[in-house]
């Protein structure tokens, strides 16, 4: 295969993924690498800067870069990292006290991204599924008169709907579950021969990945005042600490106890967050998803869960627990997710796109997928 990178962004993740000389697939997670790479925060500071901003017409407050990230340290779960669904809202952009116009902030994130694209001869955008098609139409006009030259632009959704094709297909229609920090998205899909297709998408933001954080910082903050006496969320330094590594730990959480080692000059605590603990934090939520997912159900659908979604604690076995146990919860990891949406940019980039229009969009369907494993 042909060098191909695959930029992967979320409402918090910038990230590069290719293949190594293994064909393992690989992140460049570039927020971790260059704190000059624009991290977007949302920073309204109460009521009354809102209503004075909107009274002078220069929209919310945004900031970029190294400012952000300091914010974000100082508080994770306040500010707003949910770029993607937001950005059309703000007519400029902060880095400290600087003002910058939407080209500057892209060419400024271009300028970041050229050394690592610069290897590879076929890359594409892969954008959550829950932006607005008016709205990316014109984020990606924004981007390509800032340099943008990418051959596809792709909906993760629609990626993760082929994968479940080529791992657990024939199916006429599948119900796929995802979330990252902004949104539960679920997506109805059907077969139509030789198509894939997106018919619906249902977006849920009270129920992001954020929330789920959220309330695993209440249950290590009940179990440090069980313990100690103490509420880590009344010291600023403590809660960013638990947020930060509850954030980092997510995937462990199902099946294995959690050390969480709290030291800052108001607040010292050693927790460990149990399995059941976490699980018991979160069913209110994981019963919420799971609830929307048999509301949506129609006999004869598949149900796929992404693996982030189904990583969260009890989610899997609350899912299947509100279908009645009646059918197998699939779900869709990382690599076939990786290898779908790199096939789908390989099918567009095949086809003769003139350089002066748009990168392809993919963004409801995907065409003949079942001649994917001949023409890989």
Same mark, same amino acid.
């Given at each position: 295969?042909?060098?191909?990178?695959?930029?992967?962004?979320?409402?918090?993740?910038?990230?590069?993924?290719?293949?190594?000389?293994?064909?393992?697939?690989? !992140?460049?997670?570039?927020?971790?690498?260059?704190?000059?790479?624009?991290?977007?925060?949302?920073?309204?500071?109460?009521?009354?800067?809102?209503?004075?901003?909107?009274?002078?017409?220069?929209?919310?407050?945004?900031?970029?870069?190294?400012?952000?990230?300091?914010?974000?340290?100082?508080?994770?779960?306040?500010?707003?990292?949910?770029?993607?669904?937001?950005?059309?809202?703000?007519?400029?952009?902060?880095?400290?006290?600087?003002?910058?116009?939407t080209q500057q902030l892209l060419r400024l994130i271009l300028a970041q991204l050229a050394p690592v694209l610069q290897s590879t001869k076929t890359w594409?955008?892969?954008?959550?599924?829950?932006?607005?098609?008016?709205?990316?139409?014109?984020?990606?006009?924004? @981007?390509?008169?800032?340099?943008?030259?990418?051959?596809?632009?792709?909906?993760?959704?629609?990626?993760?709907?082929?994968? !479940?094709?080529?791992?657990?297909?024939?199916?006429?229609?599948?119900?796929?579950?995802?979330?990252?920090?902004?949104?539960?998205?679920?997506?109805?899909?059907?077969?139509?021969?030789?198509?894939?297709?997106?018919?619906?998408?249902?977006?849920?933001?009270?129920?992001?990945?954020?929330?789920?954080?959220?309330?695993?910082?209440? !249950?290590?903050?009940?179990?440090?005042?069980?313990?100690?006496?103490?509420?880590?969320?009344?010291?600023?330094?403590?809660?960013?600490?638990?947020?930060?590594?509850?954030?980092?730990?997510?995937?462990?959480?199902?099946?294995?106890?959690?050390? @969480?080692?709290?030291?800052?000059?108001?607040?010292? !605590?050693?927790?460990?967050?149990?399995?059941?603990?976490?699980?018991?934090?979160?069913?209110?939520?994981?019963?919420?998803?799971?609830?929307?997912?048999?509301?949506?159900?129609?006999?004869?659908?598949?149900?796929? @869960?992404?693996?982030?979604?189904?990583?969260?604690?009890?989610?899997?076995?609350?899912?299947?627990?509100?279908?009645?146990?009646?059918?197998?919860?699939?779900?869709?990891?990382?690599t076939p997710y990786l290898e779908s949406a790199a096939q789908l940019t390989l099918t567009s980039s095949s086809e003769a796109v003139p350089a002066e229009q748009m990168p392809?969009?993919?963004?409801?369907?995907?065409?003949?997928?079942?001649?994917?494993?001949?023409?890989?």
């Amino acid at each position: 295969m042909m060098s191909l990178g695959l930029m992967e962004w979320t409402s918090r993740w910038l990230r590069v993924w290719r293949k190594d000389g293994r064909g393992d697939w690989f !992140a460049e997670v570039l927020q971790d690498q260059a704190s000059t790479l624009p991290l977007i925060v949302h920073c309204q500071r109460n009521r009354s800067a809102a209503w004075l901003a909107g009274l002078l017409g220069i929209g919310s407050r945004w900031q970029v870069g190294w400012p952000a990230w300091k914010m974000y340290f100082l508080k994770p779960a306040e500010v707003l990292t949910d770029f993607l669904p937001h950005w059309h809202l703000a007519k400029s952009w902060r880095i400290g006290t600087t003002t910058i116009s939407t080209q500057q902030l892209l060419r400024l994130i271009l300028a970041q991204l050229a050394p690592v694209l610069q290897s590879t001869k076929t890359w594409s955008l892969l954008l959550p599924s829950y932006c607005e098609e008016q709205q990316l139409t014109d984020f990606l006009r924004q @981007l390509r008169q800032a340099g943008l030259k990418a051959d596809a632009v792709l909906a993760q959704d629609l990626a993760l709907a082929c994968a !479940a094709w080529q791992q657990h297909g024939p199916w006429t229609a599948a119900l796929l579950a995802d979330l990252d920090d902004h949104a539960l998205v679920v997506t109805q899909t059907i077969w139509n021969e030789p198509n894939l297709l997106i018919s619906r998408r249902h977006v849920f933001p009270e129920l992001g990945l954020r929330i789920w954080i959220t309330r695993l910082v209440q !249950a290590c903050a009940d179990l440090s005042v069980r313990q100690t006496r103490q509420d880590p969320r009344l010291s600023r330094e403590a809660s960013q600490l638990l947020y930060l590594q509850l954030t980092a730990a997510l995937s462990r959480l199902q099946n294995e106890p959690l050390s @969480l080692h709290v030291h800052v000059p108001d607040f010292h !605590a050693e927790l460990v967050l149990t399995p059941d603990l976490a699980k018991q934090a979160c069913l209110p939520l994981a019963q919420m998803s799971a609830r929307i997912i048999r509301e949506l159900y129609v006999p004869n659908t598949e149900v796929f @869960l992404s693996q982030r979604f189904a990583e969260l604690p009890d989610v899997i076995r609350v899912v299947y627990q509100a279908l009645g146990h009646r059918l197998p919860i699939f779900v869709v990891e990382q690599t076939p997710y990786l290898e779908s949406a790199a096939q789908l940019t390989l099918t567009s980039s095949s086809e003769a796109v003139p350089a002066e229009q748009m990168p392809a969009l993919l963004w409801r369907h995907a065409r003949s997928i079942h001649d994917w494993a001949e023409t890989s």
